[in-house]
């Protein structure tokens, strides 16, 4: 009875996680919001956009902040997300989190943005060392960046919620390179989460399935 209990669990938890996950679409980066700067990234030097990315999720428009520097983004572009709470998800993810819910919305301008996305890779990497030290490194930004990744990172987030939303990719393709999780403010969607019908079904067919076996049983 356990282990027919035990594939019946499995099954469900397989099926409702499979639920979760919806489509992103990704429309771009969100324009007069980022800067192009030169990151190091371990042994990697690149040129990249730095700042948030205008996506949708259930309808819900937001600004997202790369959390993913392993892959690459060619938006306009949809692909299936599971969305999670950065804690416990993300390294650092209480800070990350609360960096995010601080600042994100009120991004008005590319220093804002390139500075907000800049600090999050930082701490994600380096537990936030700067932009000269460790494995993660930017150079080129303009002044107001600068400026404003020192205010983020020495900010101690005192009473900040760290609730929020990482918005993780099912798959990255079929090379395993593309598409970007991405970190937006608040857990509407990590709360408002619920088994769609097919999980349901599932549920039902599950607890149908166990009672037939504990009647024949008796």
Known sequence: MSFIRNIALAGLLSVSAAALAGPLSV????????????????SETIAVYAGPQSATYEADSFEGYCIDLAHNQYPPVTFDVTPKAAVPFLDNGSRVAALVNQYALGVMNADQGAALQLAIWDVLVDNGDGLTNGNFKASGLTSGTSSLF?????????????????????AHGVGGNVYQGLIGPGGDHIANAVPEPASMLALGLGGVALLRRRRKQA
């Open 150 to 170: 020192g205010t983020y990172l020495a900010d101690g987030l005192v009473g900040v919620s760290t609730l929020a939303t990482v918005y993780d990719p099912t």
């Open 27 to 42: 429309a771009g980066m969100t324009p007069g919001k980022n800067h192009v700067v030169t990151i190091a990234y371990f």
